[in-house]
């Protein structure tokens, strides 16, 4: 996602963090709640880290790395996500040790984790683990829509931002892509995110299956209706 769409789809975390960028104020460690333009957040802010033509704090969005970046493909930014439901510890510490056994110092390294809260506690101290060394340039971003399911420790060492569903501006989308507004609203409201809207969108077997619903709870109003009439007869 470029930035243009990401300042359209969450103004006012767009505003706060290009403020972060001009005052050089980048934590180390973020969360983000919320997975409403918050991977695409964590992805804007590596790009401005690793662009080589800023404009101003901004990326270009035009040079290598930002397009590398953009497709998942730096080698610098590494996009975690769990596999089976689950963010292996193992996978982390395997992370953590090729960052520092290179012995890089002073090399800008991030780390996006989707669905942070399925990380194990040590997973997720290794990683904090790292981001406290004095020399540290490694950035961290926890992306999670379940707050209340994060670590503590994961909780009070990083910074908090909202990402809260744009249900309107998912619906639009939507709409652009092709949906009747019935399906685009039903859709924007049963996401968790727009790459999860995005994807359904496109699946015959979810209209299947929501077709499929309709008709089952159709089906069983009129049976409710029957019962209570018979009641009440
Ligand atoms: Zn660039």
Redesign the pocket.
């Known amino acids: 996602m470029k930035q243009e769409q990401l300042k359209a789809w969450q103004p006012d975390q767009f505003d706060r963090f290009v403020r972060i960028l001009e005052q050089d104020q980048l934590n180390h460690a973020y969360l983000f709640s919320g997975f409403f333009g918050s991977l695409e957040m964590a992805q804007f802010l590596a790009?401005s880290l690793f662009?080589?033509?800023?404009v101003g704090v901004l990326?270009?969005?035009?040079?290598r790395?930002?397009k590398l970046i953009e497709q998942e493909e730096f080698p610098d930014v590494t996009l975690i996500k769990p596999v089976n439901q689950v963010i292996k510890t193992e996978r982390i510490r395997e992370l953590v040790g090729q960052f520092s056994q290179a012995g890089i110092e002073s090399q800008q390294q991030v780390f996006i984790i989707e669905q942070a809260e399925k990380m194990h506690p040590n997973a997720a101290n290794s990683l904090l683990k790292v981001i406290e060394e004095p020399q540290s340039e490694v950035y961290i971003f926890f992306l999670t829509s379940d707050e209340e399911k994060m670590l503590p420790t994961i909780r009070s060492r990083t910074q908090i931002f909202h990402f809260k569903k744009q249900e309107e501006k998912l619906i639009l989308l939507l709409e652009q892509m092709g949906l009747v507004k019935k399906k685009a609203t039903l859709l924007a409201q049963f996401s968790q995110s727009r790459i999860e809207a995005e994807k359904l969108a496109n699946q015959a077997s979810f209209w299947t299956l929501v077709d499929e619903s309709e008709r089952l709870l159709t089906r069983l109003l009129a049976k409710k209706k029957k019962v209570i009439s018979k009641l009440l007869n």
């Open positions: 790009k662009c080589t033509d800023k990326p270009c969005e035009k040079c790395n930002c």
